[in-house]
């Protein structure tokens, strides 16, 4: 499993802003991503892969410089949890807010599930978009 812990790290990593990671080596056809809390289309549901590329190019422009650190991995089966921690300062425009100078960090758990390819067929994530949109001011 620790081809598909480093692969799990990768899936994150690509959220940096300077990123060169394809996201196309690390997720398996018909992958599906499911965030909580984020703007899905219907929660059971999920994001597809496109979706989440473009979700994270929206994040890339309001957080130019986003930096992500690893607090832990634990494996079960075919499964990776990960505990990750961002961080980076608003420059662009996000959920409607202009830019605000503001540095802001946050935590959250991934879940990867690989298939037999040892590719990421499915994510479920869980951050904490509180703690940013209250850094940010757009909830008190």
């Given at each position: 499993?620790?081809d598909q812990k480093?692969?799990?790290?990768k899936s994150?990593?690509?959220?940096?802003?300077?990123?060169?990671i394809?996201?196309?080596s690390l997720?398996a056809?018909?992958?599906?991503n499911?965030q909580e809390?984020?703007a899905?289309?219907?929660?059971e549901?999920g994001v597809t892969l496109?979706?989440l590329?473009?979700?994270?190019?929206?994040?890339?422009?309001a957080?130019?410089?986003t930096?992500?650190?690893?607090?832990?991995?634990?494996?079960?089966g075919?499964?990776?949890?990960?505990?990750?921690t961002?961080?980076?300062?608003?420059?662009?425009?996000?959920?409607?807010?202009?830019p605000?100078?503001?540095s802001?960090s946050?935590?959250?758990i991934?879940?990867?599930?690989?298939?037999a390819?040892?590719?990421?067929?499915e994510?479920w994530?869980?951050w904490?978009?509180f703690?940013?949109?209250?850094t940010?001011?757009?909830?008190?």
């Amino acid at each position: 499993m620790e081809d598909q812990k480093a692969t799990s790290r990768k899936s994150i990593e690509w959220w940096n802003s300077d990123s060169q990671i394809d996201p196309d080596s690390l997720f398996a056809p018909g992958y599906i991503n499911h965030q909580e809390p984020i703007a899905a289309t219907d929660g059971e549901k999920g994001v597809t892969l496109d979706e989440l590329k473009a979700i994270v190019a929206s994040y890339h422009s309001a957080f130019p410089g986003t930096q992500v650190a690893f607090q832990m991995q634990l494996v079960d089966g075919n499964r990776i949890a990960t505990h990750w921690t961002f961080s980076g300062t608003q420059k662009g425009s996000y959920e409607g807010l202009a830019p605000t100078g503001k540095s802001v960090s946050w935590a959250g758990i991934s879940i990867d599930e690989y298939d037999a390819d040892g590719k990421i067929k499915e994510t479920w994530v869980v951050w904490d978009k509180f703690t940013l949109f209250r850094t940010l001011g757009l909830i008190e």
